[in-house]
């Protein structure tokens, strides 16, 4: 059965850095690229960048450039957001996904972590 | 950037057609990925490349796209389907290459 479980909730101070862990199981990690999408309480999703694990090559949205860096341990198929510079914006619940790609789209055809909630408050 | 814009909110009775728009320049010539959100829970796809379901997503849930408006069309909507929906798209020319629409809240009545 896949799965992505993602580590548990954070809070931390502004200007502080947060790495949010991403564990896969039940397929080959580096067969499947892993996005990261966020969502503030009661507001829209929000894509922040992807990663390829076989290559850990990235790509980021350039509202996150320079402060955001996916990263993986492919002995241990876990993916690493790190988001730096936190301000109160960046409160929200993290998912890493893992993307399905056909012909010329992507998308989540099922599997989401659970999330992760960080919270940023002084 | 791309914009995906949707309507904030749906409302229909039970049994009744739902219809969700997600509007964008030319979006007919992007495939267009449909989510269900219920409340404290991950999305959920429902309808991907414009009009392909999941296995395990009912046949009322179906979408079409053309010119600058997608559609997702929910038959005999049941209590069950209130929930958010989010439209999506992917370019990787574009920046961000993943666009969601702001989403919409379909009340049923």
């Known amino acids: 059965q896949v799965q992505l479980v993602q580590s548990g909730a954070e809070v931390k101070k502004p200007g502080a850095s947060v790495k949010v862990s991403c564990k896969a199981f039940?397929?080959?990690?580096?067969?499947?690229?892993i996005n990261w999408v966020r969502q503030a309480t009661g507001q829209g999703l929000e894509w922040m960048g992807w990663m390829i694990p076989n290559s850990g090559h990235t790509g980021y949205a350039q509202k996150f450039q320079g402060r955001v860096t996916m990263t993986r341990n492919t002995s241990i198929s876990t993916a690493y957001m790190e988001l730096s510079s936190l301000r109160s914006e960046d409160t929200a619940v993290y998912y890493c996904?893992?993307?399905?790609?056909?012909?010329?789209?992507?998308?989540?055809?099922?599997?989401w972590g659970q999330g992760t909630l960080v919270t940023v408050s002084s | 950037s791309y914009v995906l814009t949707q309507p904030p909110s749906v409302s229909v009775a039970p049994g009744q057609t739902a219809r969700i728009t997600c509007g964008g320049n030319n979006i007919g010539s992007k495939s267009v990925h449909w989510y269900q959100q219920k409340p404290g829970q991950a999305p959920v796809l429902v309808v991907y490349d414009d009009s392909d379901r999941p296995s395990g997503i009912p046949e009322r849930f179906s979408g079409s796209n053309s010119g600058n408006t997608a559609t997702l069309t929910i038959s005999r909507v049941e209590a069950g389907d209130e929930a958010d929906y989010y439209c999506?798209?992917?370019?990787?020319?574009?920046?961000?290459?993943?666009?969601f629409g702001g989403g919409t809240k379909l009340t049923v009545l």
């Open positions: 996904v893992r993307v399905t790609c056909s012909g010329s789209s992507c998308y989540v055809r099922e599997n």
């Open positions: 039940g397929y080959t990690f580096t067969s499947y690229d």
């Open positions: 999506q798209v992917w370019d990787s020319s574009s920046d961000p290459n993943w666009v």
